[in-house]
Every structure is written in C-alpha cells, then in structure tokens.
C-alpha cells in the first residue's frame, strides 16, 4: 500500500445532516471568494456563446432599452401635455438613466432567479457554493448595463448641443457618486436575486411572478416621474421600495447635478447590505437542498 | 466545502474516505407540478402535499483507504449514483457522515453539462473552474487536457454541439482526470470511449494511485471494475450486500442477477 504524497495536504472535509440552517459561514465565503472567477468566466462565457454568430445581438441589448426610453418619453409628454422645449430633454434624460438602471436591476433578478433552475447538470454534478450563479448573472446584466451609460451621454450631448438651457448639469463631481449607486444597485439586485432564485426552485412559476411584479415595481418607482414630486410623509414611498434611494440618487446626480442627500445615501446602503443579508440567509440556509429537487 | 471542526478532524491518516452509517432519503412530490399557483390552490382548499420518500442509501458504512480502487456494481436505482453524490459533497446525508480528506474531482452520470455553443476548449477551462482550479491552474493545463482528450482534426475548437458522444466523454474525462485530484469519483464514466482512449484512460488511473489517489468508480461494465479495483462492493436497493475482492463481488452479483457469467455483461459497455 503506498502511502499518502509528500505534499498531501489534508484536506477534510465533513459532509453531515444540516440541523443547523447555516453551514459555517466562515469556509463558505472563504470558498466563494476563492471561486470568484468562475463566476466571472461562466458570465463571459454565457455572453460569448449567446452572440457567438450575431454581432447585431449585442447591438440590440443596447437599442431595447433605448426605444423603450423613447416610448416612455412619448407617453409621459403627451400625458402630461406640452412640454417646455427645456425640460423635455431633462425629461428625456431622466427616463434614459432611471430605465438604464432600473433594466441593470431587474436584469440582476431575472437572470439569477433562473440560474440555479437553468443550473440542472452542473448544480447535480460539482460541488460549489451555490451563490455563485446569481452572481454571474449580476456580472451579466453589469456588462449589459455598461454600454448604456456611454448611449446616455451621447444623447445628452446631442441634446445639449440643441438646446443650450436645458437645466441638465455639465461636468461635475456629482458623478463621483456614480459608481457608488451602481455599486448598490448590483449588491441590492444580487441580494434580491438569491431570494427568487430560491424561491424558483420551490415554486417554478416564480419567474412568471417576477414578470409581472416587475411591471408594477417599475411604475412605483422613480422612473417615469421624478422623485420631487413626493413630500414630507410621501416621501416613505420612496423609501420602502429597494429601489427608491438608488434611483432617486441616480437622478440627483446625472439630473439635478447634486450629491445624493444623506438619506438618499443611508437609503442605497440600507437596501444594498439588507439585502445580501437577507437574500445570503435565505439562499444559503437552502442551498444544500437545490441538488434534491432540482 | 464545509471545513471540519476539531472532534471531527479525527481521522485515521490511511483513509481517504470514511463513510458512517450513512442514510439519504429524496422528498418526491408525487402530485401536480410545484409551482406557486397550485401552492396556492392546494392551501385554499386545505389540502396537503402527498410526498413519497425514497429511501436511495440506506445505513451504509464504509471506509476507503489512500490509493485503492473502489469499485460499485448494483442494479439500476441501487443508489449508487447518490451515494457518489454523497462522497461529492452535493447532497447532504439524511443521517449519518461522511468524512473525505483530499480534493475531490468528479465525472458525474449525465455529464458535466458543457455548453453546447461553445468550443472544447472553452468547456475545459469552464468545467476546471467549476471544479475548483484557479484560472491559472486552468490556463496552465488547458493544453495538456486538450492534447490527453485527442479529438480528431481540431474539433477542439469546435462548438461541443457538434461532438459525437465519445468525443464528448473523452473532453469531460480529462478535465477530470487531469486536474490532479487526490479522490477521483467516476460514475459511467468510461461508457462512451473507444478501446484506445479506455487504455490510455486505464493507464492514467493506474498513474493516479500510483500516487496514492483514490478513485471510486461506479460502472457496469463489470470487467472495468475487474480490471482497476482492489475492492468493490455490491450495492441492492440502498444497502451494501457486500465487500470484498472485485472477482468475488463480480461472481455474486451476476447470480444474484441471474443471467450467469453472460459474456454482453463483461463487454466494456
Ligand atoms: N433527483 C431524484 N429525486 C428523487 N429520487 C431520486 C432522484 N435521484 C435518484 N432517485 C431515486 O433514488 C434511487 C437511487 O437512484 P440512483 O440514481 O442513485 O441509482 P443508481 O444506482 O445510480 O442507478 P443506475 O445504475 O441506473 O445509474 C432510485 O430509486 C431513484 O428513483
Ligand atoms: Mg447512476
């Protein structure tokens, strides 16, 4: 009998009933951060396989979001009646960025609540913590909501060029604030995400759900009207929604040109942090059960 | 993907694998389809669920020590393929335990799920991520997996929906087989490969304990399991019948089967 290698290095791993919901958190994270780039890979994989033959896809992943934008912008003008030449384009803009990130948001959702079900031979076959596919649906729907920023800009831009007085701000260190609302807008998406796509394991018609939750959700939120328009007490409308404080500070900054205010900021970090927490406990308290019934 | 905490870390050093008293019972919904709307109307009616609980392991203990070759022959719903789902660390045990010291590397029934739109070497550095390498790790050996798979005239680069099934067997096994695993699981894997890629596989496996890796392979190819194990066991609705040299196994599981030493059974399937 040969004996164990040299540089065996012992490696053991128990495998018990989990009476405990949670496995120890500690090697859980440990090994999701150590696993990271296959979320990473399997995202860039996915988006190289789908547009592997149709360039005009990725295209398309850009013009969708656009021309909804437009629609949008139709309807509220003729809604709301004529519209100064000067706000119209502030309008615009708003539209554009509040759907542009409201999209990356539910693009998060809907992508991870499919992934562990879409998952099936991989999550039978390898061992790896499972958070892993809703995250690289959240890198996916990050790489899809990138190239909309440089389409925004561009708009504004034309739009400046024409009408000088639009109240749209120039350059500024409001933008600064950027990267940190989209930041919170992924983890928010990412925590949310854990939550259906566990939910669609139990229930398979949760993404049926998700569709039409989403329609409502984006009629509640800051997308098509602008976040002043709420007042003292109306405000907690802003509030209670994931979304309100990201998209609210989405219009602080690329609309009024402002910082986002502290509430606005404690709202994003708030709603990012509650729900990874709240999303993780559920996801991973469950996780161990997917293999049984996917 | 759970660490060990102290008591449990008691080990005996020889082993690789240590199973105990290991039960695993699948919930099955036996009703309707499991989705919101019949949760729904099932609860507004008062109705409960009808689960049927299959009973796939059944209070089995075993132990595996550093560099052997177990063999697992039973019928069809035995419990094998869940028992090495087990040893994965993909499904919990119902009751019991099991300890595994060493990095497990799997080639799983039913494949690994590559994605068919993408080429044979964009599924082995897939596949070597999924099972745990660092994209270094993987970007190292992607050559070396490629040239141990040895498809014909570069369909490794070709989209893997294109592949004919060995092909396909061939490009999963040496993910598996190369990223040096120190527990080897193997469940049907070997069907698909022709008699040189089987011989070439054989010798890789004979190389892997060689360095005191252990390799448990389920096949039923029952001369597969004659020719690489040094024990195998019988495994019948759950429970393990029996353990021993994998010639004597072999015997009783064919007159348990009835069909005699049939030569179709010793074919490599
Ligand atoms: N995902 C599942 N859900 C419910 N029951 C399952 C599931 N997978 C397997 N079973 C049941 O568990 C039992 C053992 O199945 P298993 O796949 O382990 O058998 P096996 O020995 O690998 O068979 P085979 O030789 O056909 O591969 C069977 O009765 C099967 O019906
Ligand atoms: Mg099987």
Redesign the interface.
Known sequence: ?????EN???????????KASL??LG??LR?FW??R??AI??SR??D???Y?DSKLGKVWLVMNPLLLAMVYFLLVTVIRGSASKTSGLSTLAHILIELFTFYFASNCINGGALSITA???????????RALLPLSSTISAFWQFLPTIPVYIFVVIIGKVFFPHTEIPGLGFNYLWAPFIILCVGMTGFGLALIFATMNV?????NK?LSYMTRIWLYSSPVLWRPEILHGWQKIFLYVNPLGPTLSATSSVWISGKSPTLYELLGCLFWAIFAILIGGYFFVSRE??F??RI | ????SKA??E?P??LAIRIEDLSIK??INVDT?????N?VMRASKGEKVRMRVVEAVKHLTLDV????VLGIVGANGAGKSTLM??I?????????????????S????????F?P??SGR?NI??GG????M??NEIEEKTEEIADFAALPDGFIDMPVRTYSSGMYGRVAFSVAVNMTP?ILLLDEALSAGDASFKEKSFNRMREL?????TIVIVSHALQTVNDLCDTAIWMNKGTMLAKGKPEAIVDQYLKFLDVGALPSAFEDM
């Open positions: 009998m040969p004996t164990p290698r065996f290095a012992p490696r053991i791993q128990v495998f018990a009933p989990h496995p120890p090697p859980y090994e150590r696993r780039a296959f890979e399997l994989f996915a190289k396989a789908e592997l998952g099936g031979r991989l999550i039978l076959n390898q061992a790896f913590p139990y229930f398979r018609d949760t759900l161990r059960d293999a049984v | 993907m759970r660490s060990a449990e870390l080990m050093e020889e699948y919930k389809k499991r989705t919101l709307k949760a020590p550093h560099g052997s789902r087990a994965a660390g993909i499904l919990p045990p119902t009751e019991g335990r099991i300890t595994v010291n060493g990095k497990i799997t080639l799983l029934a039913l494949g690994v799920g994605n739109a993408l964009d550095i897939l991520l999924a099972s745990g660092t994209r120190d304990c060689a360095e005191a890796r």
